[in-house]
């Protein structure tokens, strides 16, 4: 039989590395490749981190990042981005430069802090977050510490939750999801544009091995548009594959492991 040698849709990842593997771009390439596309990287920092947390990060220069990124898309192409950790106002304003002339769907993950509550961010980096890069989201994918560092807002139920989602969506992005896995019982996002909203529930796995979950949900949303999926679709498929990823989750070190990225057996079923 002939090798097929069809292009699968090309997914770029602009975000930090993770050197135990759960996290950042090495999560974004599982998921990639979990859900059949092919995964591309541009690094804006390195971390020494590991089950236990961020023993140090050092982010690369603005010049490195945007030489990556140039190298990609002018060759490669994209199908969709998504954007991760971003560390400073510099490398937040030159990658929504980027990605501002780009064409492609954007899923930004505004990382701010690490599972173990570790700064991912600077502090002068948030306005240019709100003012740069969430306009040029085609999805905006914070948990509720970080709706809290955009917004100020603190996200006590749900409908604090739909609240935020209009604080956030007044800095431009199309969408947002509004991760409440941080509250008590059921497990339910916000998905919104304004006009229409989109409360997805899941059930709440016994498992504290979560390492990675919201770089992975983000890749996973830019997988399924690159796929062609409209923005509620992809956002749904998402989260079924990170809930099922949650409940494989495995532990690893001696802290909080990281979600198994490739707990489906096949990826004719993304």
Known sequence: MPIT???PPRVLTVAGSDSGGGAG?????????A??????SVLTAVTAQ???GVQGAWE?????????YRSVVDDIGVDAVKTGMLASAPLVETVAELLADTGAPVVVDPVGVSKHGDPLLAADALESVRTKLLPVATVATPNLDE??????ITVTDEAGMRRAAGALLAFGPRWVVIKGGHLPGEPVDLLTDGSEEHWLRAPRHDNRHTHGTGCTLASAIASHLARGAGVPEAVRAAKA???GAIEAG?????GIGPVRHGWRDSLNTP
Do not use: C, W
């Open 147 to 152: 709706v809290a560092q955009l917004t100020g």
């Open 25 to 33: 771009i090495q999560a974004d390439l599982k998921t990639m490749l």
């Open 5 to 7: 040698t069809s292009v």
């Open 35 to 40: 859900l059949g596309t092919h995964g591309m």
């Open 241 to 243: 594959y990170v809930t």
């Open 250 to 254: 495995f532990p690893l070190g001696a």
């Open 50 to 52: 590991n089950s236990l």
């Open 60 to 68: 690369l220069p603005a010049e490195a990042v945007r030489a990556q």
